[in-house]
């Protein structure tokens, strides 16, 4: 009897651990597209969360942490969708065809591009663990390999390797343009602002312009 109450609680135990786990991720997604990146703090989201406070910690060891693994989550899903729409495109990709995948799927990913953004800023804090990332980085490296193959078997316009390079770029410049995804409040009286409006171009254009030199400048495949 007393086996079976153990296998029980235990099976509780496990259950409210992804409980929590889940509403500590989903509090951090909600506070990372409406707040200050600076005023995030483990102890805020365990709050928004409603759990135990340590909980954020307990489960992800540090803000880096628990970014990081918000990253990977945002990171995988973009490239799982972009893996099904290539698979159920036709089987020849044009260089703007392929820009506007890239762009259309990280246009609908604000988180992502937010978490790129910061990214160089949370991965250079005093706290952060290099072991972490490096893992971030390995997986990173290993995903773009595995897709970027995918993408050259259905653009023939790009070189060995060019799979690869334009999914690195695309990060890059998600990275640079999500101050015109996701608009700071700062910025947004200059945004709305019309003599102003030649410095703010639509996020999702620039985007799939910016993909689509970036694709047609890679060297053909020999």
């Not at 290539?86 to 044009?94: G, K, N, S």
Request: net charge negative; charged share 25%; glycine share 6%.
């Amino acid at each position: 009897m007393g086996k079976l109450i153990d296998r029980k609680r235990l099976a509780q135990l496990k259950t409210d651990r992804s409980s929590d786990r889940t509403a500590i991720l989903e509090a951090a997604r909600k506070a990372l597209l409406s707040q200050s990146t600076g005023e995030l703090t483990l102890e805020a989201v365990d709050r928004t969360a409603k759990v135990r406070q340590g909980t954020a910690s307990i489960h992800f060891g540090s803000l880096e942490g628990l970014t990081f693994r918000l990253l990977r989550e945002e990171t995988s899903a973009w490239l799982d969708d972009l893996e099904t729409q290539i698979q159920e495109a036709p089987e020849r990709l044009l260089p703007p065809e392929l820009a506007e995948l890239l762009a259309v799927g990280l246009r609908k990913r604000p988180l992502l591009c937010r978490l790129l953004s910061i990214l160089p800023v949370m991965a250079d804090r005093h706290t952060v663990e290099m072991a972490q990332v490096l893992d971030l980085e390995t997986w990173r490296l290993q995903r773009f390999e595995e897709t970027g193959a995918l993408v050259e078997s259905r653009c023939p316009n790009l070189g060995t390797g060019g799979g690869f390079v334009i999914l690195r770029r695309a990060f890059l410049l998600a990275g640079a343009l999500e101050p015109l995804i996701n608009p700071p409040s700062g910025l947004l009286l200059a945004m709305n602002n019309e003599a102003l409006s030649p410095l703010y171009p639509d996020a999702g254009e620039e985007l799939r312009t910016l993909l689509t030199a970036a694709i047609s400048g890679l060297p053909p495949t020999s």
